[in-house]
């Protein structure tokens, strides 16, 4: 759902870079072609239908290509598999940090408006998914402290009854 979402609001983020005051700035040809000829949103679409093993095999070469040139492109197909890949491949802070290392100054407008979008979605899920822990860490803690109250309440039922047993045998011992 997650990935569903910042793949949305990335799309969301080229249209608004591609129109701006009802102009058209910027197409996804020209951007295409400013970040390397390559549509990467495609390509990371046909790479997330791949299987487990072949994404995988796309990331190593990814990473690759990543340490031979660290520009934006490959460090933006890099980011987008991290970040919106299957489980298998996915990193969400590993995208967010090779989109925080890398330098907006290089990019033009569109482009660094685009890589701040992604920044701010990573950001934003990595702080949900920080308050899910603590709120899962809390749930756990107050079902283990439900479970111990719940052990002394049998513990106090338990002798509870023992002394109402011992009180109804003394009072049938003495006359």
Do not use: Y
Not at 9 to 23: M, P, S, V
Not at 61 to 69: E, G, K, L, V
Not at 83 to 88: F, H, P, Q, V
Request: net charge negative.
């Amino acid at each position: 759902m997650i990935r569903a979402l910042v793949l949305g609001l990335l799309c969301f983020g080229l249209l608004a870079c591609a129109h701006r005051d009802g102009q058209t700035v910027l197409d996804i040809g020209q951007l295409s072609e400013r970040i390397g000829g390559v549509d990467w949103l495609q390509e990371l679409r046909q790479v997330q239908q791949l299987p487990d093993e072949e994404q995988a095999s796309a990331l190593r070469a990814r990473q690759r290509a990543f340490r031979a040139d660290p520009s934006w492109t490959p460090r933006m197909r890099l980011a987008l598999l991290r970040a919106l890949g299957t489980a298998e491949v996915r990193n969400e802070a590993a995208a967010l940090a090779l989109l925080e290392a890398g330098d907006l100054k290089q990019l033009d407008e569109e482009l660094a408006a685009l890589v701040a979008l992604l920044r701010q979605l990573l950001q934003e899920q990595a702080r949900q998914q920080a308050l899910l822990k603590a709120e899962r860490k809390l749930v756990s803690e107050r079902d283990l402290r439900i479970g111990e109250l719940e052990q002394q309440l049998e513990a106090l039922t338990s002798i509870e009854q023992s002394i109402k047993e011992r009180q109804k045998a003394h009072q049938g011992v003495t006359p």
